[in-house]
């Protein structure tokens, strides 16, 4: 099970658990997708981020267009990876928060809680 939890910069806040193929997902109003959290943002993407299950840990889909705008993993120390427009980041237990800033104003934080798993080929050969 995952938990996310998150808060945006109009003070929205929520949590949810996925499992199996369950998806958080984040982006601006009005796109073709049910999105588990948007905003009314010209500036945020249709779908700017997308969480899932994947290995170990959850993964993370930046779909933000690079329009002043910051997505990073976040470690329980401090420290920032990036992730560049169009690519993907797995979270770790050291690992495990998500913020996504447009023209350095944090738009949305959101904190993963997860247990090590083991692979995906790990859990089906487990099943």
Known sequence: ?????????????????????????????????????????????????????????PVVFRGQTDNGAKVALISLLGSRTWLDEGTAGNLTAEENRVELSIQDEVVVTVDVDFDDRGSVVERQQAQ
């Open 1 to 57: 099970m995952i938990t996310v939890t998150w808060t945006t910069s109009t003070g929205e806040t929520g949590t949810t658990e996925l499992s199996g193929d369950d998806k958080w997902t984040f982006g601006r109003t009005g796109g073709g997708e049910d999105l588990t959290v948007s905003v009314d943002n010209p500036a945020v993407s249709r779908t700017a981020l997308v969480i899932r299950d994947s290995g170990p840990g």
